[in-house]
């Protein structure tokens, strides 16, 4: 992976600062858009970062705030107002709370708006704040998350990042990740950021591009330690038991697969085909990695856990009629995803192709021996 840092940083930030937004605001709005702008980091409102400055209040005095990404908004895509600013002090004040539930949270967040118009900011917000960093980056990197989701996750994590990044346990993002990466963060004042098993990877630092450059350093890392497992080991998905592949007609399935998904109501269907499904839906083991935990947490709001395999129900035991079924296994290229709205299917879509893709990877495991990896938690991690 490599740096997008370049000289445009310059002109949109002096744009953003015309249209008085602050310089670390304006800085912070383009790393964001930096990390949304790459796939394998961040999708369809995944990650967020934050950055703490100051601004004025209404009597014109000075006060310490942190901006943290809204919850609706794309990092790709980030406005100055996704990164609503919430005064400092309250927040911080938290840290002597030992409990707090998520709806307590939202209370508290919003009630530290300094414009109660502004978007709710991430529940993640108080793991930023703690931070005593002035910029923090969080992301779902896929590479990273190979390494994680294996059996030895821990280990290969500190063998590939060492002593710049701390490696912690999978803990529910809210107050309790908040309060542990808080201990972590002064456990190890010195590290670069934080690897959260089977969730992903924060990084901080005091400017916005070396937090930015932190966060591609070790991105880097795990995807060449990925490819050395790579290097002379058998292909993830080993003997296709599907020779020939005619171009399906999709127009005799999808209407029997519509009226099979019609007991959960309306849906949206997209059609995907390309070598690299073919790859995935001729796997001998394509049940046993289908059905696998999600490697992005990303994945699990919308894609949910598991595949409907061979033309079975998501939410059913009763198998789709058989030709429907004979159908999709034949072709081995029926692959759709269903939304309620064709922007939901589109996400979900695009997050279903990466998600067989980075199942592969996973699979492989980290000495290219099929080792199956952990997989994210089957619970929806908030962006």
Not at 57 to 83: F, H, N, Q, T, W
Not at 107 to 113: C, F, G, N, P, T
Not at 213 to 226: P, Q, S, Y
Not at 341 to 347: E, L, P, V, Y
Request: charged share 25%.
């Amino acid at each position: 992976m490599r740096s997008r840092w370049s000289e445009a940083a310059t002109a949109l930030v002096d744009e953003l600062r015309q249209q008085g937004v602050s310089q670390d605001l304006a800085l912070r709005v383009y790393t964001s858009r930096l990390l949304g702008a790459e796939r394998t980091l961040v999708r369809h409102g995944g990650g967020n970062t934050s950055v703490k400055t100051t601004e004025r209040d209404v009597l014109g005095r000075e006060i310490k705030v942190i901006c943290v990404k809204g919850s609706g908004y794309d990092l790709d895509a980030m406005p100055p107002r996704g990164l609503p600013a919430m005064c400092l002090e309250p927040l911080l004040e938290l840290r002597r709370v030992e409990r707090l539930t998520d709806e307590s949270i939202v209370v508290a967040l919003r009630s530290a708006l300094t414009d109660p118009t502004s978007p709710t900011p991430s529940v993640e917000s108080l793991l930023h704040a703690w931070i005593l960093e002035r910029y923090v980056d969080h992301t779902h990197a896929d590479p990273v998350l190979a390494l994680t989701d294996q059996p030895d996750g821990a280990a290969l994590c500190r063998e590939v990042f060492g002593p710049r990044m701390t490696v912690a346990p999978y803990v529910m993002p809210g107050f309790a990740l908040a309060h542990q990466a808080a201990r972590a963060y002064a456990a190890n004042p010195a590290a670069w950021g934080l690897i959260l098993l089977n969730h992903g990877i924060f990084t901080w630092g005091t400017e916005a591009h070396i937090t930015y450059e932190r966060m591609i350093e070790m991105v880097d890392l795990a995807e060449r330690r990925i490819q050395r497992a790579k290097a002379g080991s058998s292909p993830v998905f080993a003997a296709p038991t599907i020779v020939s592949r005619p171009t399906p007609k999709l127009a005799e399935v999808a209407p029997r697969v519509r009226g099979a998904l019609a007991e959960h109501g309306p849906a949206v269907l997209a059609f995907r085909s390309s070598k690299a499904i073919l790859d995935y839906l001729a796997g001998q083991e394509l049940e046993r990695y289908a059905n696998a935990r999600p490697v992005n947490p990303d994945h699990v709001i919308r894609t949910k856990p598991k595949h409907s395999l061979g033309g079975q129900r998501r939410r059913s035991r009763r198998p789709l009629p058989d030709p429907v079924r004979r159908r999709a296994l034949r072709d081995g290229v029926l692959v759709t995803r269903a939304g309620q709205t064709r922007h939901g299917r589109a996400q979900a879509a695009g997050r279903k192709d990466r998600r067989d893709h980075r199942r592969g990877r996973r699979h492989r495991g980290s000495d290219g021996a099929g080792v199956r990896g952990r997989g994210s938690r089957g619970r929806a991690a908030r962006p």
